[in-house]
């Protein structure tokens, strides 16, 4: 029975330095919460003003990306994504000030966790 090397097996995580894969979620209060993939989602509707074209982007149903929005509404005070009705110059979606602040809160803390891990796989290299 051959076993695989560590860097064939997909693992979960992402790997923010050479030894250490890593997850982290911020929770709401009393509900929800936000990971890679919501932050992901809300920077595609920041970027197309559009859930439908954010979930092609990110291959995954309306349905599921409306899902996700509604949920992440719901554990902040004020709304992160707002709908604009249609009408003649079309609808759309945008990502309120709130949610442009969880964006860059949340890309702040991955870029810390990302040097702190690089230190402690350092320090794994030298055990």
Request: proline letters at 2%; glycine letters at 10%; aromatic letters at 8%.
């Amino acid at each position: 029975m051959s076993q695989k090397r560590v860097d064939e097996v997909k693992l979960p995580g992402e790997q923010y330095s050479s030894r250490i894969r890593a997850r982290f979620w911020i929770t709401g209060e009393q509900q929800g919460y936000v990971g890679i993939g919501r932050i992901e989602l809300l920077e595609h509707v920041e970027r197309y003003g559009s859930i439908n074209r954010a979930a092609k982007e990110m291959g995954m149903s309306y349905k599921k990306a409306w899902k996700l929005i509604e949920e992440m509404n719901q554990m902040s005070e004020r709304p992160l994504v707002v709908k604009a009705q249609g009408g003649r110059s079309g609808g759309g979606t945008s990502v309120t000030h709130e949610g442009e602040k969880l964006i860059a809160h949340f890309r702040e803390l991955e870029k810390e966790l990302a040097l702190f891990l690089e230190r402690a796989s350092e320090k794994l290299n030298n055990v």
